[in-house]
């Protein structure tokens, strides 16, 4: 509520007239005597009546002499002679919107003049005009049909000293570097795009006239703009490819015809560059009421030519596509990301300073003095046109095989989907990715389901799909949960420089580890199979970490040891290794179906299990109960609850997983102590009786419920 008060108090001010009222606007240029051609324009251009009081105007008044100028280098010979549409859209230019003191102007506030702000002086720099263009016809290639494109009101750039200031800039090094033409005079002040304001803020009794030395010629979007622009027609072709009509039925409803519909201009998740406004609609306020937004936000665009794209695409694509127009959407997008801002206009000086970063996290950052071939402001921001792409630093690291090959399109979609591009970014920490490609991906039985690829339509950016089958055998998306589970389980955070020697990695996943050997890499389902899986290098000089292309995907096991091992003792079981512990568990009737390990209250625990010799031959001497409440308190002591002994991890050499923890076998109001010890880089258990059993399995088997360990000894806790 506090929000739309605010927004009340400024609309207020805005319709408020000038304290001394001298008649309208049109009195006052008519007096003057050397604003004739200014005056016949507005009459020729429709806007006479708004002028001469009938709304609240601010008007930029340009004289005889420089709107000769203007018509003598534009080609015209007279102001009858321009056409109706481009005399309007100029005049239009010259009109702002309510009422603008020069206070005003030099550090708006839209929430109202009494609402002070420091930080942010000058930056709500842009202002609503009466100039807009007319409809316009584009073919909307998903839909298939014409969008007739609604154009909205351009807005007027004015350039406050206190902009720079807020900025910490120098003004007219960065207000010359997109006006070369025209000298900065805005100190203590303000200019007006390229004018310079030769008289500020003449009251009138319908708003204010400011006199300024030019015709001010209307600027375009940023995507006009660039469109205009020969060397750039490469990366705007590439932003059509997102190009979305949204249909505005405010307009359309305004506006159209009857029956006809009218459009907005989009580019799906990108910047909106084609719409003259950076704000519309969709954040709880119409699109003309969010004044901090419209006036502040601009989309600030760094093109790279299209030379500079070729290159681009012979070093990254050029190997898995014939062209750029092969390329998908998906890694497309990545790349231009990294070529749009939006926030406050950008500054070269700020550029400089690496002060502008992609929503992605990394810097921006290029000469803007000798990388940059062309550059202008428009209507909704600005753009620089680059000799150079800014490669990401996402082509650069472990994910970059992602963003080329076109082998790893699913689990690209996977690891996007997951929200997971901006963890694997830069330098700052490590990784080791292991890639499963999209054959492998779609050979791979996940939570029960095979895997799907949904291409979708081709040409609508999103509409791509990973599936699975529910429950009922139909084709739904994964969810996003269920794809950052399975990329996380192939993401290890630290650098695996060669699959060789036995060691032990964790996962993003909790509880969840990859196990190597000169064999390959092995996830606790593949390693519970039997299997580790060949692990061949990407080559390429990732900045952090290193890539692999794996033959099978590494998902966690989906299975509960406390189910499997009731049947651990018959020929089929893959762990056969503990039959003889099966036996005393179900002896003891601890895996009794519907009450299997419930002793645990659900808990994951490490399971240290004698190998089947040493229960046999400690039966052989009478070291196991036989009754069956001694046999199950017996068996609880090889039981480690996780959760009750507070710890993060299983059990693994080097992990620092060690001390004395209570096992699950109850001593009166407590609960058995077992020490867990590491020596010589090896794991070994101590009973509090003094007893010694060593874990003699190279890795555990892991289940969804817990840790299986293999020890070379039975163990007696005293008790």
Not at 225 to 241: G, N, P, R, T
Request: overall charge negative; hydrophobic content about 40%; aromatic content about 14%.
């Amino acid at each position: 509520m506090l929000y739309y008060s605010c927004q009340e108090a400024g609309w207020e001010e805005h319709y408020e007239r000038p304290e001394w009222l001298k008649g309208n606007a049109w009195d006052l240029l008519e007096s003057r005597g050397e604003y004739s051609m200014f005056l016949e324009a507005v009459d020729k251009s429709g806007f006479r009546s708004l002028v001469e009081g009938k709304g609240i105007v601010t008007v930029m008044a340009p004289t005889d002499e420089s709107f000769q100028a203007y018509l003598d280098a534009e080609g015209f010979g007279s102001i009858a002679a321009m056409p109706s549409d481009e005399l309007k859209k100029l005049i239009g230019f010259h009109l702002v919107y309510y009422s603008f003191g020069r206070e005003r102007f030099v550090n708006y506030r839209p929430e109202g003049q009494g609402v002070d702000k420091p930080a942010f002086a000058g930056l709500y720099y842009k202002h609503r005009t009466k100039s807009r263009d007319t409809i316009s016809v584009e073919y909307d290639l998903v839909a298939q049909k014409e969008r007739k494109i609604f154009h909205k009101e351009r807005f007027l750039p004015v350039f406050s000293y206190q902009l720079f200031a807020s900025k910490n800039i120098d003004a007219a090094s960065n207000y010359k570097y997109f006006y070369p033409n025209s000298s900065w005079t805005g100190a203590g002040g303000f200019t007006v795009s390229d004018a310079t304001v030769e008289e500020y803020a003449i009251p009138t009794d319908n708003g204010y006239v400011y006199l300024v030395d030019r015709v001010i010629k209307p600027l375009e979007s940023i995507y006009t703009e660039l469109q205009q622009e020969e060397d750039y027609s490469d990366f705007i072709a590439i932003y059509d490819k997102f190009a979305t009509y949204w249909y505005d039925v405010e307009t359309s409803r305004e506006y159209a015809a009857a029956r006809d519909s009218l459009y907005v201009k989009f580019h799906g998740n990108l910047p909106s560059i084609a719409s003259e406004w950076s704000y519309n609609g969709g954040g709880g306020l119409s699109d003309y009421a969010n004044l901090a937004e419209l006036s502040a936000s601009a989309y600030n665009v760094f093109a790279p030519s299209n030379q500079a794209l070729n290159e681009f695409f012979q070093e990254y694509w050029s190997p898995y596509y014939s062209s750029l127009e092969e390329v998908p959407l998906l890694p497309l997008s990545i790349l231009l990301r990294n070529h749009v801002y939006s926030g406050s206009i950008v500054f070269p000086s700020e550029i400089e300073r690496g002060e502008i970063k992609s929503s992605f996290g990394n810097t921006i950052q290029f000469d803007p003095q000798s990388e940059v071939a062309a550059r202008g402001l428009g209507v909704n921001g600005v753009y620089y046109g680059l000799t150079e792409v800014i490669v990401p630093d996402l082509f650069q690291g472990v994910v970059g095989p992602l963003l080329v090959n076109p082998d790893y399109q699913i689990f690209l979609q996977m690891v996007t989907n997951a929200g997971l591009l901006p963890a694997l970014m830069g330098d700052a920490l490590q990784f080791t990715l292991f890639i499963p490609s999209n054959e492998v991906i779609l050979n791979t039985l996940y939570h029960g389901s095979d895997i799907f690829w949904n291409e979708g339509n081709l040409l609508m950016f999103g509409d791509e799909y990973v599936e699975i089958e529910n429950s009922e055998g139909i084709r739904v998306p994964m969810s996003n949960g269920a794809m950052k589970a399975f990329v996380q389980n192939h993401l290890v955070t630290e650098e695996i420089s060669e699959i060789s020697g036995t060691k032990v990695y964790r996962t993003r996943n909790p509880f969840s580890y990859l196990y190597i050997t000169d064999q390959g890499v092995a996830s606790s389902n593949t390693f519970n199979l039997g299997e580790f899986v060949p692990a061949q290098g990407i080559a390429g000089d990732w900045i952090n970490g290193s890539s692999y292309d794996v033959a099978r995907s590494l998902i966690p096991e989906e299975g509960s040891l406390k189910y499997i091992i009731a049947s651990a003792s018959s020929g089929t079981s893959t762990i056969q290794e503990f039959g003889e512990f099966s036996k005393l568990l179900s002896q003891a009737g601890l895996v009794d179906p519907q009450k299997e390990l419930e002793f645990l209250f659900g808990d994951n625990y490490m399971l240290f299990a004698p190998t089947n010799e040493a229960i046999i031959a400690a039966k052989e001497a009478g070291l196991i109960p036989e009754d069956k409440e001694e046999l199950e308190a017996y068996l609880r002591y090889y039981f480690v609850p996780i959760s009750s002994n507070s710890l993060n991890d299983y059990a693994f050499p080097g992990m620092e997983v060690q001390g004395e923890f209570l096992s699950a076998q109850e001593a009166g109001d407590s609960f058995s102590p077992i020490h867990l010890e590491e020596v010589n880089g090896a794991l070994q258990l101590r009973s509090s009786t003094g007893e010694l059993a060593k874990v003699i399995s190279t890795f555990p088997k892991i289940y969804v419920d817990g840790a299986v360990y293999q020890i070379d000894q039975v163990i007696q806790s005293g008790q």
